[in-house]
């Protein structure tokens, strides 16, 4: 009765559903894997925004990758705002969605040094080629308080770096290209500011990253757990009724061919 399992038909289904069973388990790992990842990264965020503030320069000199383990470390910074070489970093959102630019400026550090500071999102001008209106720093020396970021990259970040834009503007966060501009090092990464804050909200200072939210990852990787054991028992359905389909045929066509009239004899 299951001689049809070998059949061009019931071989393909059968194939195909042992081609999904390791695909869906492996699907299910990999949201499992995601899962852990954000998990991770929340602790590391919460560790980080927690920690007491450190001077910007124990963690960062000119040159130096910020690794995963210090992004979001807070940190702290005395100098003087350099607004000559501020610049304007283009196409990012603010905390409503709204596009516009963030707003880079170098703080030249007190006993020497120098580091970028994302002071935050204004509005973009009415035309791409003008350098918008933005709210002058604090003058003199001022003490800030931020997140210790990284250097923003093509690979990293999937940002086009592109090249002949207006004066002063830039795509793309990174302390090698500042420097070059700038003629002078720069710490490596940069500071995202948390204070002190406009008096007037704007720049609109950067959102903390979010800390609490896990996402759907380990709900998605059970389902596809559950699909991949669903999917043998289906299989088993479908050949129950299959072999159920042919029986009754076969069981059929027997009543049949018993209720038709034997051929009279001479």
């Known amino acids: 009765m299951y001689r049809f399992l070998l059949t061009r038909q019931w071989v393909i289904l059968t194939l195909l559903v042992l081609a999904m069973i390791p695909t869906m388990v492996e699907l299910g790992f ?11 990264q929340n602790a590391l965020i919460t560790r980080n925004l927690e920690a007491d503030p450190v001077p910007v320069t124990r963690l960062t000199s000119p040159g130096h990758t910020v690794p995963r383990s210090d992004y979001w470390r807070a940190v702290t910074a005395t100098g003087t705002f350099d607004t000559e070489h501020e610049v304007v970093v283009r196409r990012r ?19 020497g040094g120098t580091v970028l500071v994302n002071r935050g999102w204004v509005p973009a001008a009415a035309d791409q080629q003008s350098f918008p209106e933005v709210p002058a720093p604090p003058g003199g020396e ?8 990284a250097d923003e990259t093509t690979s990293a970040s999937g ?13 793309l966060i990174n302390s090698a290209q ?27 200072t950067i959102a903390a990253p979010d800390d609490g939210s896990i996402g759907p990852h380990m709900a998605y990787a059970v ?15 479908l050949v129950r009724r299959e072999k ?22 001479a």
């Open 30 to 40: 990999w949201q499992l894997h995601r899962h852990e990842h954000r998990v991770e």
């Open 159 to 171: 940002i086009k770096d592109l090249e002949g834009l207006p004066d002063r503007q830039v795509m």
């Open 142 to 149: 001022v003490t800030v308080k931020g997140r210790l970021k």
């Open 93 to 111: 959102t603010s905390q409503d969605e709204r596009i516009g630019v963030l707003v880079l400026t170098p703080l030249n550090l007190k006993g």
């Open 223 to 237: 389902q596809w757990w559950l699909f991949a054991a669903g999917v043998p028992v289906g299989w088993i359905i």
């Open 244 to 265: 159920r389909d042919r029986a009754e045929a076969m069981a059929a066509a027997e009543d049949e061919a018993a209720e038709q009239p034997e051929p009279a004899t």
């Open 178 to 204: 500042q420097s070059h501009l700038l003629g002078r090092p720069v710490l490596g990464g940069y500071l995202e500011l948390t204070s002190p804050e406009p008096a007037d909200g704007s720049p609109e």
